[in-house]
């Protein structure tokens, strides 16, 4: 990869002119046969814009924008050779639209997996055109897609419209992650196992009439991922009814849906998940958005004693996610085995916990009783102020559930190392204007090892 060097680019951000390697003098002509003998071994390219302190100022590490004229007249004048003919996959992180679009130069015709992320330098004009230029050096067969704007395309239609052409030919698709685009038929292909989506809704019953269609179009369905936002609608609720469609999905090993709202269900709507989804490992009907306020409280929550109805009727469970309410704590007797026998994180999501002692000390009872020994305990992070644009499925990103400052924060560090007065007095805690002052005493640990990787 030493010889990709020449092409990259520095940018010193004190300098009006920022110096980079010129094109032409720093790839010479005969670089190029060496080049040739070398893309044979490539099957996998990844790329990332990096930004990094160097003196006085930053340096950011891009590909040259000369680079994109290069490579097209590179493989004009051989015959349309692909740079890297024998390419597989493409991961490619970027911050700007020429660099977007720069990735289409190394599509090859055995291209099987696309994974393409964008950061907010790049407009909804420039992901629509990258869209449009991927349509057209597309082959089809190709396995996985994923695709993160910088902003939620939601009812775009030139979003819509340069996805669906994109797709339209992908009936071979077995993973689809564009958690920023809505849901739409047009993205139902009968091999896929994972959908990661947005869904934007005016009532339940377009959500349960889409997850019909998706259940109908896509047998082989393993994980799903549904980010829901409510139009027009003054704290809807979600029933079981509205997700009813998926009980047809025998498959499914991990639902998320990530919901701001109430999630009404009874224990007659859990033994039924139970009998449908027998391999089921995930389950998330929670929120990570932190910017849902007021927290979801006592009346929105699910009763703490549903806890034990999931690890009965789920006992594959690895990975649970519920609002609950903490109005009411039940007991549970600490001598007898946790119901969960394979449970590794549970996530209240935005749950409502009192800042009090004795309210810590009462759902440290709880939680320690109903958990297995090792089982994290996790909720959003405050400071993340909206949804995740990385999927449940793909770990290690900060938007993640994490360790946090919040009363949840404090009670998984009395369950992880014990009831101490120090940590019991982190809930003292001071008010400014109604909001909260985090305390940054838990910020100690790793924070990819502190939720390991959910």
């Given at each position: 990869?030493?010889?990709?060097?020449?092409?990259?680019?520095?940018?010193?951000?004190?300098?009006?002119?920022?110096?980079?390697?010129?094109?032409?003098?720093?790839?010479?002509?005969?670089?190029?046969?060496?080049?040739?003998?070398?893309?044979?071994?490539?099957?996998?390219?990844?790329?990332?814009?990096?930004?990094?302190?160097?003196?006085?100022?930053?340096?950011?590490?891009?590909?040259?924008?000369?680079?994109?004229?290069?490579?097209?007249?590179?493989?004009?004048?051989?015959?349309?050779?692909?740079?890297?003919?024998?390419?597989?996959?493409?991961?490619?992180?970027?911050?700007?639209?020429?660099?977007?679009?720069?990735?289409?130069?190394?599509?090859?015709?055995?291209?099987?997996?696309?994974?393409?992320?964008?950061?907010?330098?790049?407009?909804?004009?420039?992901?629509?055109?990258?869209?449009?230029?991927?349509?057209?050096?597309?082959?089809?067969?190709?396995?996985?897609?994923?695709?993160?704007?910088?902003?939620?395309?939601?009812?775009?239609?030139?979003?819509?419209?340069?996805?669906?052409?994109?797709?339209?030919?992908?009936?071979?698709?077995?993973?689809?992650?564009?958690?920023?685009?809505?849901?739409?038929?047009?993205?139902?292909?009968?091999?896929?196992?994972?959908?990661?989506?947005?869904?934007?809704?005016?009532?339940?019953?377009?959500?349960?009439?889409?997850?019909?269609?998706?259940?109908?179009?896509?047998?082989?369905?393993?994980?799903?991922?549904?980010?829901?936002?409510?139009?027009?609608?003054?704290?809807?609720?979600i029933d079981f009814q509205t997700i009813r469609p998926l009980l047809q999905c025998t498959t499914l090993q991990a639902l998320d849906?990530?919901?701001?709202?109430?999630?009404?269900?009874?224990?007659?709507?859990?033994?039924?998940?139970?009998?449908?989804?027998?391999?089921?490992?995930?389950?998330?009907?929670?929120?990570?958005?932190?910017?849902?306020?007021?927290?979801?409280?006592?009346?929105?929550?699910?009763?703490?004693?549903?806890?034990?109805?999931?690890?009965?009727?789920?006992?594959?469970?690895?990975?649970?996610?519920?609002?609950?309410?903490?109005?009411?704590?039940?007991?549970?007797?600490?001598?007898?085995?946790?119901?969960?026998?394979?449970?590794?994180?549970?996530?209240?999501?935005?749950?409502?916990?009192?800042?009090?002692?004795?309210?810590?000390?009462?759902?440290?009872?709880?939680?320690?009783?109903?958990?297995?020994?090792?089982?994290?305990?996790?909720?959003?992070?405050?400071?993340?102020?909206?949804?995740?644009?990385?999927?449940?499925?793909?770990?290690?990103?900060?938007?993640?559930?994490?360790?946090?400052?919040?009363?949840?924060?404090?009670?998984?560090?009395?369950?992880?190392?014990?009831?101490?007065?120090?940590?019991?007095?982190?809930?003292?805690?001071?008010?400014?204007?109604?909001?909260?002052?985090?305390?940054?005493?838990?910020?100690?640990?790793?924070?990819?090892?502190?939720?390991?990787?959910?």
């Open positions: 990869m030493a010889l990709l060097g020449p092409v990259s680019f520095q940018a010193d951000s004190d300098s009006i002119n920022p110096s980079a390697w010129d094109w032409e003098k720093g790839f010479p002509s005969g670089d190029w046969s060496r080049f040739q003998s070398y893309i044979k071994r490539i099957k996998s390219l990844s790329y990332t814009t990096t930004t990094r302190i160097q003196g006085n100022g930053i340096v950011t590490e891009r590909i040259a924008i000369q680079a994109s004229a290069a490579l097209l007249q590179y493989t004009a004048v051989n015959g349309g050779r692909y740079l890297l003919p024998r390419l597989h996959k493409i991961d490619w992180h970027c911050d700007y639209a020429d660099q977007l679009r720069m990735a289409l130069s190394f599509i090859s015709s055995r291209i099987k997996d696309i994974k393409l992320v964008a950061d907010y330098g790049v407009s909804d004009r420039g992901i629509v055109r990258a869209l449009q230029g991927l349509s057209g050096v597309l082959p089809s067969g190709l396995r996985s897609f994923c695709f993160v704007p910088p902003s939620i395309a939601l009812e775009n239609r030139d979003f819509i419209t340069a996805m669906r052409r994109l797709l339209e030919k992908q009936d071979d698709l077995q993973e689809l992650r564009v958690p920023f685009f809505c849901m739409n038929p047009f993205m139902f292909k009968p091999k896929l196992q994972v959908l990661d989506v947005n869904c934007r809704f005016r009532s339940t019953v377009e959500i349960e009439r889409l997850l019909s269609q998706l259940v109908q179009s896509c047998p082989l369905l393993m994980n799903l991922r549904i980010l829901l936002s409510a139009a027009m609608i003054l704290d809807p609720t849906i990530d919901w701001t709202g109430k999630f009404e269900l009874d224990s007659r709507d859990i033994c039924e998940m139970g009998r449908a989804w027998a391999e089921l490992e995930i389950l998330h009907l929670a929120s990570r958005d932190y910017s849902n306020t007021p927290q979801v409280d006592g009346a929105r929550g699910l009763p703490l004693n549903f806890l034990s109805i999931f690890a009965a009727n789920l006992p594959r469970l690895r990975k649970l996610a519920l609002h609950v309410s903490t109005q009411e704590i039940p007991f549970v007797n600490p001598r007898l085995p946790s119901p969960f026998p394979n449970l590794e994180v549970f996530c209240p999501g935005t749950s409502f916990l009192e800042r009090s002692r004795d309210k810590v000390l009462e759902a440290f009872a709880f939680f320690s009783a109903i958990l297995p020994k090792g089982a994290k305990l996790l909720s959003c992070d405050p400071r993340n102020r909206s949804p995740s644009a990385v999927s449940l499925f793909e770990p290690s990103s900060l938007h993640w559930p994490g360790m946090n400052l919040t009363t949840w924060g404090i009670l998984n560090t009395v369950i992880s190392e014990g009831v101490s007065e120090e940590v019991l007095e982190e809930l003292k805690i001071q008010t400014q204007e109604n909001h909260p002052v985090w305390e940054l005493a838990n910020l100690g640990e790793d924070w990819d090892d502190a939720f390991n990787a959910w």
